[in-house]
């Protein structure tokens, strides 16, 4: 089971913030998927500050970092490598795994890619 819990860089403006706010990581749901199916979680990342948070989470969720998949955060190629490029030290150093958006890098950001 592949899981995307959201991070707080996920959170909209306006009306539908707090409910967002309200349900975006579930750790009692998380935590029952984790027990019951083989797993991944996969977060997408917008800045270094946001890992503090997955540390957080990945350990309120009980999962370990080999089943946790990083993503950069972006929508055209240069924004994906620039993060890319600090992404990968922390993920080889903290023990997770990465993921690049290649459909992205292939077809630019377009719906049904």
Request: charged fraction near 30%.
């Amino acid at each position: 089971m592949s899981i995307s819990p959201k991070l707080a860089n996920s959170t909209p403006e306006g009306p539908w913030a707090a409910q967002h706010e309200r349900t975006r990581t579930q750790p009692d749901v998380v935590r029952e998927l984790v027990a019951r199916y083989a797993h991944q979680l996969k977060f997408v990342v917008m800045r270094p500050e946001d890992l503090d948070e997955i540390s957080r989470l990945v350990d309120a969720f009980g999962v370990d970092r080999a089943h946790v998949i990083l993503m950069a955060e972006g929508v055209d190629a240069s924004v994906l490598r620039e993060r890319g490029v600090w992404l990968a030290e922390i993920w080889q150093r903290e023990g997770y795994r990465f993921s690049p958006r290649l459909h992205v890098d292939l077809y630019g950001n377009r719906r049904g890619t």
